[in-house]
């Protein structure tokens, strides 16, 4: 069965409208794990606008399921993630401006510079994923710099106005988890996802983890985080039963 990896996020992003302390996306987290997410997902951002150092402290040590860090390279980061040792980091680009993630990580142009810090991480038994397109050269090069996992961004799909980009773009996703398998990497992926465009990803994709924030977040607005990360997990089941019987 593929994985469900809940980003939290949000529920801090609501916190940090009001510089209060409610809601907790430390609470979010708990009661994710009781809807049955098998990871959890926080990223810690240079410029800290929802989560914070204590969110990651307090999950760290909370957190029942696997804990994915999002993080920058940069060396502050790079510095609180070999402090906490989260089971998991995935590195992705960071811009000040934008409003979420946008890109994949540009792997190719930074491969000593990856290569040192995906090293750091693994000496101190921290699992690396690299969030990048999906892409042939990015593939590659994150085998090269040493990476265990990579996580396709998802977000290009996701946005298709057109039937028919979709589609096309599902394709370019299949190929490319064919190509990181046969270069011997695990296979995430996520961004954009929703209840309405999960579905064919995991019809048609071999991963082992989707990472989906945004959507079950606005969903727990209104019916409860639990309850909205069961839909997900059911979603995802009764996908999975589809592909098996295809
Ligand atoms: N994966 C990565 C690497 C991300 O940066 C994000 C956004 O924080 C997600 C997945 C989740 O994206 P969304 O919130 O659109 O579901």
Redesign the pocket.
């Known amino acids: 069965m593929i994985k469900l990896g809940v980003?939290v996020?949000?529920v801090a992003t609501i916190r940090q409208a009001r510089m209060t302390f409610e809601p907790d996306p430390v609470t979010a987290a708990g009661l994710a794990d009781l809807g049955g997410a098998d990871v959890i997902?926080i990223?810690l951002r240079e410029d800290r606008r929802h989560i914070q150092e204590r969110d990651l402290e307090l999950m760290h040590d909370t957190v029942f399921t696997k804990l994915n860090l999002?993080m920058a390279t940069s060396r502050e980061i790079v510095d609180i993630a070999l402090k906490i040792k989260p089971g998991q980091i995935?590195l992705?680009p960071e811009k000040r401006q934008e409003i979420?993630?946008e890109g994949g990580l540009s792997v190719a142009s930074q491969k000593q510079m990856l290569t040192d810090i995906v090293k750091k991480f693994k000496d101190n038994d921290i699992y690396v994923s690299l969030?990048i397109d999906p892409d042939k050269e990015q593939i590659t090069a994150s085998r090269e710099v040493g990476a265990q996992s990579i996580?396709l961004h998802t977000g290009r799909y996701a946005n298709a106005q057109r039937e028919e980009e979709r589609t096309e773009l599902l394709q370019t996703l299949s190929k490319s988890v064919k190509i990181a398998k046969g270069e011997g990497l695990r296979v995430n992926a996520?961004?954009?996802?929703t209840y309405k465009n999960t579905g064919p990803i995991v019809e048609h994709l071999d991963i082992e983890e989707l990472?989906?924030?945004?959507?079950i977040v606005s969903r727990a607005i209104f019916v409860g985080i639990e309850t909205a990360v069961r839909e997900m997990k059911e979603l995802i089941y009764k996908h999975f039963m589809i592909k098996q019987n295809l």
Do not use: K, P, Y
């Open positions: 980003n996020d949000h997902t990223h999002e995935t992705v979420t993630t969030f996580e996520g961004h954009g996802l990472h989906i924030g945004h959507s």
